[in-house]
């Protein structure tokens, strides 16, 4: 059993027929938000950057601000610190007030649902470092895990007509959230989790169980030509498209949605939300209508057992989507990545 642990940053989680193959998309779930709507969003994200600027001194700010078009942009990566250095200001070598801060940003930024899934990658991340294994050791001493070794930047100034990007992360986690007006792309993106399985207050924590689960849910439903079509004949053991692939083109594998029946499409579309779904709902209803007027030209691949509780991987790819799940040899230990070849640190917005 782990042990409880206490945060230092706090996160909150209160979130609380068939037809046949080659059928219609099905149906949006909602109405995509308005220009407006996504603009008022934008405005709180950029009221909530400056507010935490506000709270940094000189040097802080320094540390925190880049250039749009500075070569940050692309410095991501799933590694921790002291295999990989990050820029931008350490969330150890904050005050409890710019904490407070930066916490108000982040919600400001991400759906529930999303803010929920940084916060129990983060927590897994403390818990890795306070394990039995003793991993982690201090700054400057080989790699350290653990919730102070997160960074924030800004791409950008912040700004509610001109692009700029909020850049979080560290091991296990990078988000790049461009901004664009009333536009955000929150593409690459990794979310990725180990421990993949934690007890936090006596409650079982999967920072990444809904993709598992899902993943798993599609695969199971499909019939036995389907499941030919989509199991991949090699092994895919990482990601393809991971941190430092920027620019790299695959070929669309597996079965295409318009492969599917109604509720197969819809099991694929609901995977796509665990991605799409961690920015502010505003922006991801905006994303899963694209990505459903693309769905018939979305692919389903897969690699490895079918039971769930394996190791096993998976891809989900269309025109402008590449999300990756890949077990790294164990089902304790997840890497994941989220891309939009059309739209990666907002290219297609920020113009």
Do not use: C
């Not at 506000?54 to 799933?78: E, H, I, Y």
């Not at 030209?297 to 079918?306: E, I, K, L, R």
């Not at 039971?307 to 799940?325: D, M």
Request: glycine share 10%.
């Amino acid at each position: 059993m782990i042990a409880r642990i206490s945060l230092s940053i706090v996160f909150a989680a209160t979130l609380t027929a068939l037809v046949a193959a080659g059928a219609r998309v099905p149906a949006q779930r909602s109405t995509a938000p308005s220009a407006s709507a996504t603009a008022g969003t934008t405005a709180a994200i950029v009221t909530a950057a400056q507010k935490f600027a506000a709270t940094l001194d000189d040097a802080g700010r320094a540390k925190v601000q880049f250039p749009f078009d500075s070569p940050m942009k692309s410095r991501w990566s799933n590694l921790p610190s002291g295999i990989y250095e990050r820029h931008g200001v350490r969330m150890g070598d904050l005050t409890a007030p710019q904490k407070a801060a930066a916490t108000t940003l982040l919600q400001a930024a991400l759906s529930a649902d999303g803010y929920r899934k940084v916060n129990d990658i983060i927590r897994g991340d403390e818990v890795l470092r306070t394990g039995a294994s003793g991993r982690g050791g201090g700054r400057g001493r080989g790699p350290s895990f653990g919730q102070d070794e997160y960074y924030i930047a800004f791409i950008g100034t912040p700004s509610t007509a001109s692009p700029w990007m909020l850049q979080f992360g560290g091991h296990h986690l990078a988000i790049n959230l461009t901004l664009a007006g009333s536009q955000a792309s929150m593409t690459p993106s990794l979310p990725a989790a180990q421990p993949a399985t934690y007890t936090f207050e006596g409650r079982e924590i999967r920072p990444l169980g809904k993709e598992n689960d899902k993943g798993f849910g599609l695969i199971n439903a499909l019939d036995e030509g389907q499941r030919k079509q989509a199991i991949l004949p090699y092994r895919v053991s990482d990601l393809v498209l991971g941190a430092g692939q920027d620019g790299r083109v695959i070929q669309p594998e597996g079965i295409p949605a318009s492969a599917l029946n109604a509720a197969q499409q819809t099991m694929l579309i609901e995977i796509v939300r665990e991605w799409a779904g961690i920015m502010h709902d505003s922006y991801a209803e905006i994303r899963m209508a694209e990505i459903r007027r693309n769905l018939p030209q979305t692919y389903f691949a897969w690699s490895g057992p079918t039971t769930n509780g394996s190791v096993a991987y998976f891809r989900i790819q269309g025109p402008t989507l590449v999300i990756e799940y890949a077990p790294q040899n164990s089902v304790d230990h997840i890497h994941t990545i989220y891309r939009d070849p059309t739209n990666d640190y907002g290219a297609a917005i920020a113009k």
